[in-house]
């Protein structure tokens, strides 16, 4: 018995070293220096603003999934998926979390694992105080430490943490706390905290957390409201200096493809989203979106804004008549980013200066439309452009003729699962395929030092695809089941910025 409760913890404390790495303080300065997650603004799916809390259960989750994979958007970059409020567990008369197995039949666990082997990362919720909002879920307050426990169990890869029943609590402290209770749960989350902008998070939670929430909801379930949509767009406008790599503002999730909206507003809305570096966690139905919705959803080049790796969020600098000009966004090869904004009922003719762009008066540009994907340039002076109702002129301007986009990286899988027989020792290898779909190829991943010595990654490469050779081996191994969690880590070649670091579980079973 103590041999086998052994085997257990010595894999699980292995891991907690390599993504720890060695030395580094547990109260970083920066919550993403010691996880290298997020140091781009996350992206991926929650149900809440579209279907609330009934309709979550296990079926919804799976098929969103598939859509999301089906439409492109994992192809895109969206990866992170799970449900929000959706009743998905309590807590037994032990204290401990227990899924809602009528709910989700294959447990919380089964779900990650679900996911991981769809090549996405697993999203989970919970809340800081005593329960969730409607109260059909228990909250974390004084069982921080075991519940974030019960997430890495889950292996859950990212967690919204809401701020509803948290009567007398700090904002500032109880969140650390939760940070705390996950640096000592040892599996690598994100960390979403969602205290809509109570505490001013923007002026601690880079330290906690990866993103935080600066306003109110968005919307209520199914019903998106362009008003509230622009009430958030301002208020987080307003916060731009506090956003960087690992650390972002979060003006709420997407409303995009939502009922109340049309193609403009969509538009408008993404590239808003899109220039304020805000993460873009869709909040539609996946399985019935339009083509519109669509396409609105993967353009890669909207995407490459949000997802530049120097991280910057893009504010008004201009403002003429109603229309807004937002710039202020450098990205990675030395071009910029600028948006038109014309939220008026006629339509607005706009010159851009090189000024408001931050390039000088004389030097010849090009100028990339990154919803017409055309090109124009090159040309010396301001850029004259026209903008519909409601609608937005989303460009990248560049001395050079070239628009690289930055990297999207998608797996076929963030999970191996082995099985072996204890008394004939074997060697067992898979891969995971890592495809860049960005502009072109990447450095090899740097596989972090430090896994259980039955665990060998090595790393190849061709062009853009990439191939974790995942071997384990069974010598000398007594039965049980070991975990390890491999970490790799990158460097976006033109900027020389490190990339958000990637993870997956390897599983073995010996038997
Ligand atoms: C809060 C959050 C929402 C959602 C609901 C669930 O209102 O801000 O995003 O998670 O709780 O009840």
Known sequence: ????????????????????GHGESPTPKLRADVDGLALTPPMGWYPWNEFGQEPQNETLIKETAEALIRSGMKDAGYVYIGPDEGICFSRDASGKLISNLARYPSGLRGLGDHLHARGLKYALYTDAGSRTCSKAMPGTKGHEFEDMKAFAEWRADYVKVDWCNTEGQNPE?????????????????VFSLCSWGDGQPWKWAAAVGHLWRTTADICGPGKASWAMAMQNTAANEKL????????????DMLITGMSGLGEAQNRSFFSLWCMMASPLIAGNDLRSMT????????????????????????????????????????LFDGSQAVLVFNPASAPATVEVTPDDVGFEESAPL????????????PRAG????????????????????????????????????YRARANAPQELTQAITVRNNGSGALPLWKVHAGLPSWLLVTVSQSGNTQTFSTKVSTAGLAKGRYHAVVRADNREPLSGLPMSALYYDVDLEVE
């Open 1 to 20: 018995m103590k041999t086998a409760r052994m085997l257990v913890v010595v894999p699980v404390a292995l891991m907690v070293m390599v993504w720890l």
């Open 382 to 417: 301001n850029v004259r452009v026209t903008v519909a109702p409601g609608d937005v002129a989303l460009l990248r301007v560049s001395k050079a003729d070239s628009f690289p986009l930055p990297p999207i990286i998608v797996a076929d899988s963030y999970r191996a699962v």
């Open 240 to 251: 731009y200096v506090a956003a960087g790599p690992g650390h972002w503002n979060d003006p």
């Open 291 to 330: 083509e519109s919705t669509i396409t609105i959803l993967t353009n890669r080049e909207a995407i490459g804004i949000n997802q530049d790796p120097l991280g910057i969020q893009g504010r008004i600098v201009r403002r003429d008549g109603a229309a807004e000009v937002w710039a202020g966004k450098r």
């Open 366 to 377: 090009y100028v990339r439309d990154l919803w017409k994907h055309e090109t124009s340039g």
């Open 173 to 189: 402290q109880a969140y650390t706390r939760l940070r705390d209770a996950q640096l000592a749960a040892g599996r690598p989350i």
